[in-house]
């Protein structure tokens, strides 16, 4: 948050971009303010943190003199001068600029520790006090889905929240969200940090390029938003976010792969990886390179996915955001504005106490089915997600800072198996798994971010309270199984020794739908599904699904991308 998200939005306040106007006209302009001295705000010790909070306080104070002194009593200004006749903010003096408002106002609702975020709450009012236009954020929260005291009361823990702060300079909406699960979030911020911010084959700016790519196939201009600022703070070529084309031709030659993966990974050949790794050719990859791309794309896909899934609202300093009005009352800023509805309370029970019976008797199911039936079973839950589609079939046209990122934005996700049609083979685990290939050819590769995988993907299967609803000390291993193996399913991977006979036990119409939307047309999500399965579970029990989502379809990508690239090998 330190590296200022850029500002492409000039709502209401043009007056605070004119010291930017020297920038190229399509990039984001650095900030006026030397940000690097405010960087001891991300500081463990109270003491730094209070000595860079005197250094902020001083700056934007010293900005408030020249452009905006405080008023007297009669209404002008200390220097005798009417306020109404003096320059406006940021006008010729060159004054506060629009980029310190937003560092404020996403220090104040953000910030874990106490006394950054009162104190620059207290700026704004200052400002606020002396006629100056500060942004107000228009979410609530950092999820639209998840109202704010649900979040408080489902225990987000401080200690990592800080960590998270500290070590990458800001704490965003889905590091809020995934605080809900701190287990899973320190493997997940493990994973990202060496992705993004370790030595590793590929130069940083590329790695948020790449991230930018991955975000803007599905339209998640959060994750579009988020990359762009950190491309910049890392050196990257303002040119390059004018689109895809003024990237250089080494990251456009990706394109194919990032549509394949995005959409329909089983479309990925030993061919697709040739065309990149051939040597001589214009824009060549090396396999280090390309392997830790791979990662990074499905890793965006993925976390695009999570996004949507959980309603994560956008930054205060993005652009939809935050308006330098107040907002208009909106029935939609509320998520019970979109329809939801309440459930009755008995119906609500009703459904769990019959998943729980259902789970009971699958437990003391003592005989099992044969192979040939279980790949019968198998074949009939493949067709029968042709039939689990989004309500909502309405294109939503994406803006043009995402839509500049995207070559054949009609290709989108094909069910695995379609009537009427020849398909691809099903994609047997025992032929290719995670833990028998895919591991270890990332162990050879990439090897410390193939252990990093494993432990997230371990984490997150694995994860439990031994809570269901209501119910404590409950096994709930078979639901997170048929969860996981219905994510797979959906993209036509096949474990031998499932029984796919329990998916169709265990998850109702509601949770499919929202399966296959989050993780195949995330854009789609609306908050209408999220509230229409599980409805009396807790909010934390539906982000541990969205969790499940992110891992078993980065996984699932992963293994079809890693099966080609060990055909290309042999």
């Not at 990886?273 to 060549?284: A, M, N, R, S, Y």
């Not at 296959?516 to 541990?544: D, G, I, L, Q």
């Not at 969790?547 to 080609?564: F, I, N, P, S, V």
């Amino acid at each position: 948050m330190l590296k200022m998200s850029p500002v492409t939005n000039s709502v209401a306040a043009s007056e605070w971009n004119r010291a930017a106007e020297s920038s190229p006209a399509d990039t984001d302009s650095e900030p006026v303010c030397d940000w690097r001295k405010f960087g001891s705000l991300c500081s463990r010790d109270e003491k730094e943190r209070a000595a860079a909070l005197g250094v902020l306080s001083r700056t934007v104070l010293a900005f408030l003199d020249r452009v905006a002194p405080a008023r007297a009593e009669n209404g002008a200004v200390k220097d005798g001068t009417p306020q109404w006749e003096r320059e406006s903010p940021g006008g010729g003096g060159g004054g506060i600029d629009k980029a310190m408002l937003l560092l404020l106002l996403s220090l104040s609702r953000n910030c874990p520790f106490r006394d950054i975020s009162e104190k620059t709450s207290q700026l704004l009012q200052t400002a606020q006090e002396r006629g100056v236009q500060i942004p107000q954020a228009l979410g609530q929260g950092p999820s639209f889905f998840i109202p704010v005291e649900e979040m408080v009361e489902e225990g987000v823990v401080q200690p990592i929240l800080r960590e998270a702060f500290v070590s990458l300079g800001r704490l965003d909406h889905v590091t809020m969200v995934m605080g809900l699960h701190t287990e899973y979030l320190a493997c997940f911020l493990r994973t990202q940090h060496s992705l993004l911010q370790l030595d590793g084959p590929l130069p940083y700016p590329w790695r948020h390029f790449i991230a930018i790519m991955a975000s803007a196939r599905h339209q998640c201009s959060y994750l579009v938003q988020l990359h762009t600022a950190e491309f910049l703070q890392v050196g990257g070529d303002p040119q390059w976010l004018g689109g895809l084309s003024c990237a250089p031709q080494k990251l456009r030659n990706l394109n194919e792969l990032n549509k394949l993966l995005a959409h329909r990974p089983w479309l990925i050949t030993k061919e697709h990886i040739e065309v990149l790794l051939k040597p001589g050719g214009e824009g060549c990859w090396s396999l280090a390179e390309l392997i830790h791309a791979v990662v990074l794309l499905t890793h965006y896909h993925s976390l695009s996915s999570f996004v949507f899934g959980c309603g994560v609202n956008p930054e205060p300093d993005h652009e939809e955001g935050h308006a330098f009005r107040p907002p208009s009352p909106c029935p939609t800023d509320s998520p019970r504005g979109e329809g939801g509805g309440s459930v009755p309370r008995a119906e609500a029970l009703c459904e769990v106490e019959a998943l729980m019976r259902k789970m009971k008797l699958l437990q003391e199911q003592e005989e099992e089915a044969s192979q040939e039936e279980m790949a019968v079973r198998f074949e009939r839950e493949k067709r029968e997600s042709l039939l689990v589609t989004p309500t909502d079939d309405s294109k939503r046209l994406p803006s043009a800072s995402v839509s500049r990122f995207v070559e054949d934005p009609d290709f989108g996700y094909e069910d695995f198996t379609r009537r009427g049609e020849q398909t691809p083979p099903t994609f047997r685990a025992q032929d290719y798994s995670w833990e028998d290939h895919g591991y270890s050819l990332m162990n050879r590769l990439y090897p410390d971010v193939g252990q990093l995988l494993d432990e997230k993907f371990q984490t997150v299967y694995n994860l439990t309270y031994n809570t269901m609803a209501m119910h404590s000390g409950v096994d709930t291993k078979m639901l997170r199984k048929a969860v996981w193996n219905y994510i797979h399913c959906v993209f036509g991977i096949r474990f031998d020794d499932y029984d796919y006979g329990d998916v169709n036990h265990l998850l109702e119409r509601s949770l499919k739908v929202y399966i296959k939307t989050v993780a195949c047309y995330p854009e789609k999500t609306s908050y209408r599904m999220y509230n229409a399965f599980w409805r009396h579970f807790r909010h934390s029990e539906k982000v541990h699904v969205n969790l499940l989502l992110l891992e078993a379809r980065m996984q699932a990508a992963l293994l079809y991308a890693l099966r080609a690239i060990t055909r290309y090998m042999t």
